[in-house]
């Protein structure tokens, strides 16, 4: 805990608590902002994170009928 000027914060820590369930890496993607916003309403609706629905955005799109893209079901 770290107290500063009288404000208590906890200390983050930089270890994760338990191990991810399925190996993922980390993507930074830029998007127009109308295509955010209806990922946030979308989100908002279904009751899960943006992030949440980009992901599943992009695996369906990979699992699409395209041979070259096709994942086998390795991503879900």
Known sequence: MLVKNGDVRLKR???R???PTKAMVRLTVSLP??????VNVIAGQMKVSA???IRKAVIEFVDRDIPLFRSEGKFC
């Open 17 to 19: 608590k338990s191990p």
């Open 13 to 15: 820590s930089k270890t």
């Open 51 to 53: 992030g949440w629905v």
């Open 33 to 38: 902002k109308a295509v955010l916003s209806r």
